[in-house]
């Protein structure tokens, strides 16, 4: 339309605008998707909006203490921004079709179910982002070829492609931002009705969102106190700050890239050392990138109850399982997972820790996510959808893979945790588990991960009574009868199933 006819009054004009939606991507640096938004805004010289908005459908799944963060992280974007960030709260798509009808925009892509509806919704252009490994330096001519267990997709990867180095920081010096009314942060109460809890003492760190406070983390961790150097030996931990590098909050909402930790491992080993720790954050963050990849490749069979067995979880897989779910009532086994009241003290400490803190360390996320599947044979998706809720660090993609693999319905090996096990050899004192169960302070070190065994005598001593100060344990366990023999018609496969497809760990 010509400003002529505009200026008659024929109908409003509106001004075209490069739109950057930022959504995991909450940073400046190494922001692919930024980087390019603002290429385009300079290539059409029309103005640059850099743009958040908190999205109900979003928000109103994640917990206070996750919108705290997320809110901390938009706050401190916001100001490297130099207030320049646009910030709504509704539909991303419904704001920016009526509020910028001449807008192209582009983001990071989310290849997920809503997060790419939305985009489809804005025709948004989409550019790759948060990955260690571009989607495009991958050695498979598509995703489909990717394999499904991770040691053959990262030997493949490390063998055949490389790490890109990091994209300099970006800045608005060279477009022109778009003049609109910039909106403000939201107030909590203004997300969520819950109340934020208290901070909890036993909390493994302060999280604050915002990217400032990620590299502070990364520089913390790999360079002030040294620790990566002894990455591999303490990453089994469950207690602190520093058993491991408590990177993932930041990772999840993007206000720090895998590829400028990565870039800071380098440093650190030219001017350090290079040993099997360094090489394993970089091993753990190629894990990552498996979880995204193996999203992509399998849409919303992650969200699913048989996941990417599909049909073949109905009796014909040897991972077979039935599900079940038993919720809304006193003697329910997935409420009681939920509330850390099992009767299985490592179990409840760390639900307890999660519910407290909004963290987890890795140990124990795979210890209950096991037990909740595999012990007590509860629908899976119930506790992906906890650890959604509760998480800092809810990632999509690590989380409902995890959760899925977990489960045994990607079909890959099940690996079914001896809790009692594993809290013996990770906790040898019981000193984790009396930290968030104190109610078993006093119970002698032989009993600590397995109360009930007290008699009665030794209850009253270490003043903790069964089924009155700790729970009794739920009931029904060993649900899941995976099949031990090898299926006939896999024998010739024997290459495929090595190491058996069923383990105990622990
Ligand atoms: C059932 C289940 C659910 C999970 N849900 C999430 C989630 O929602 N978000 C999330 O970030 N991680 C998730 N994880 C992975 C892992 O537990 C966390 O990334 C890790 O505990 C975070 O602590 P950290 O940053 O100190 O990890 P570190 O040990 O220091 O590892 C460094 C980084 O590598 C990545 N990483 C490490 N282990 C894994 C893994 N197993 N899978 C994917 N990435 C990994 C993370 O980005 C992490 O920050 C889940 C694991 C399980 C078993």
């Known amino acids: 339309m010509s400003a002529l006819s505009a200026s008659k009054g024929l109908h409003v004009a509106h001004k075209a605008v490069t739109i950057h939606l930022f959504r995991y991507d909450l940073r400046l640096h190494d922001n692919p998707a930024l980087t390019a938004s603002i290429a385009a805004a300079q290539k059409t010289s029309t103005p640059f909006l850099p743009l958040y908005v908190f999205d109900p459908a979003q928000t109103s799944k994640a917990s206070p203490s996750r919108l705290k963060f997320l809110l901390e992280s938009v706050s401190d974007l916001r100001s490297s921004l130099s207030d320049n960030l646009c910030i709504r709260v509704g539909d991303p798509a419904t704001i920016i079709k009526s509020e910028f009808p001449n807008s192209n925009v582009h983001l990071q892509s989310e290849p997920c179910r809503d997060e790419r509806l939305a985009s489809l919704a804005l025709d948004a252009t989409e550019h790759w982002g948060s990955t260690l490994y571009d989607l495009s330096d991958l050695p498979f001519s598509s995703l489909s070829e990717m394999p499904d267990v991770f040691t053959p997709f990262r030997t493949k990867v490390e063998k055949n492609s490389g790490i890109r180095p990091p994209l300099p920081p970006c800045s608005l010096s060279s477009v022109s931002v778009h003049d609109c009314d910039k909106g403000s942060v939201p107030e909590l109460s203004s997300l969520t009705s819950s109340p934020l809890p208290p901070a909890d003492p036993r909390s493994v760190l302060n999280f604050v969102g915002g990217e400032s406070a990620g590299l502070a983390r990364v520089n913390e961790y790999i360079f002030k106190l040294d620790l990566l150097k002894n990455y591999f030996n303490t990453r089994n931990g469950l207690i602190g700050p520093n058993y491991s590098t408590k990177f993932s909050p930041w990772l999840a909402l993007g206000c720090i890239s895998p590829r400028h930790v990565a870039s800071q491992v380098t440093k650190y080993e030219k001017a350090s050392v290079s040993n099997k720790s360094t090489y394993w954050l970089i091993f753990e963050l190629l894990v990552r990138d498996f979880c995204k990849y193996f999203a992509v490749k399998h849409v ?207």
């Open 300 to 506: 919303d069979e992650i969200f699913m109850l048989d996941g990417t067995l599909g049909r073949q979880a109905h009796g014909s897989h040897h991972n077979s399982i039935k599900w079940g779910l038993d919720v809304g009532y006193s003697n329910s086994k997935a409420e009681a997972w939920k509330e850390g009241r099992t009767g299985f003290p490592f179990v409840d400490a760390n639900m307890r820790e999660l519910n407290a803190t909004g963290f987890m360390s890795n140990r124990g996320r795979q210890n209950v996510a096991s037990f909740l599947a595999l012990d007590l044979n509860q629908d899976w998706r119930y506790g992906a959808e906890w650890f959604e809720h509760k998480l800092l660090d809810y990632d999509i993609y690590s989380n409902w893979v995890s959760w899925c693999m977990a489960a045994g319905m990607t079909g890959g090996r099940v690996n079914k945790f001896n809790v009692v096990k594993q809290a013996k050899d990770y906790d040898p004192e019981g000193e984790y588990v009396k930290l968030w169960c104190p109610e078993l302070k006093d119970v002698p070190k032989e009993y600590i991960f397995e109360p009930w065994k007290m008699s009665k005598d030794a209850q009253e001593r270490a003043g903790c009574r069964i089924g009155v100060d700790y729970p009794e344990r739920v009931k029904e366990m060993k649900v899941f009868q995976p099949r031990t023999d090898r299926p006939k018609k896999d024998k010739k496969k024997k290459e495929k199933y090595k190491g058996g497809f069923y383990k105990t760990i622990g």
